[in-house]
T-cell receptor, first 115, second 111 residues
Framework: DTGVSQDPRHKITKRGQNVTFRCDPI?????LYWYRQTLGQGPEFLTYFQNEAQLEKSRLLSDRFSAERPKGSFSTLEIQRTEQGDSAMYLC?????????????FGPGTRLTVT | GESVGLHLPTLSVQEGDNSIINCAYSNSASDYFIWYKQESGKGPQFIIDIRSNMDKRQGQRVTVLLNKTVKHLSLQIAATQPGDSAVYFCAEFSGTYKYIFGTGTRLKVLA
């Protein structure tokens, strides 16, 4: 396994701009997750894909957020009309059943700062 | 780099001592649990997991204990090293796909 990768690692944007993040999961992991993490908190679930199907989207995710996983491999998370409250670490994770359960592995995250 | 968890509970231990980090989980139906380590500016790193039909599981220098009666997990780190300094989270898995993360604990290793 080469690990989950995310791009970019850091993004600074002005309020009102659109941003897009990419996640490449571990190959053959059919489950992919996006989380948001703010200081002092654990990762907060945003959305989940099984292969290319988006099966759940958190109520925390406003209409400005959209995620895709077009071919069941990499995924993108887009935030439109960014607001200062969107500043956070955006984490991607992938998982598959192995050993005792669905082992979930995280990428390094994309740190978003909205000015 | 930016710190994770500036206001988290903190456990300070002397280098070489054993550390015990605790976590209370919320759902009695959760059947799988993972401990993660998160260093500043990085994503959470998988450390060890355990199923609900187990009480204990050991890895390299780490042991996870599960008490289902009181919905409690603990992570024991033997001979704590400076590189163990990080924030530690537990995650519970219930249903078919969702993980719920507990409040993290910052571990500080004193030289």
């Amino acid at each position: 396994d080469t690990g989950v990768s995310q791009d970019p690692r850091h993004k600074i944007t002005k309020r009102g701009q659109n941003v897009t993040f990419r996640c490449d999961p571990i190959s053959e992991h059919n489950r992919l997750y996006w989380y948001r993490q703010t200081l002092g908190q654990g990762p907060e679930f945003l959305t989940y894909f099984q292969n290319e199907a988006q099966l759940e989207k958190s109520r925390l995710l406003s209409d400005r957020f959209s995620a895709e996983r077009p071919k069941g491999s990499f995924s993108t998370l887009e935030i439109q009309r960014t607001e200062q409250g969107d500043s956070a670490m955006y984490l991607c994770a992938s998982s598959r059943f192995r050993g005792l359960g669905y082992e979930q592995y995280f990428g390094p995250g994309t740190r978003l700062t909205v000015t | 780099g930016e710190s994770v968890g500036l206001h988290l509970p903190t456990l300070s231990v002397q280098e070489g001592d054993n550390s015990i980090i605790n976590c209370a989980y919320s759902n009695s139906a959760s059947d799988y649990f993972i401990w993660y380590k998160q260093e500043s500016g990085k994503g959470p790193q998988f450390i060890i997991d355990i199923r609900s039909n187990m009480d204990k599981r050991q890895g390299q220098r780490v042991t996870v204990l599960l008490n289902k009666t009181v919905k409690h997990l603990s992570l024991q780190i033997a001979a704590t090293q400076p590189g163990d300094s990080a924030v530690y989270f537990c995650a519970e898995f219930s249903g078919t796909y969702k993980y719920i993360f507990g409040t993290g604990t910052r571990l500080k290793v004193l030289a």
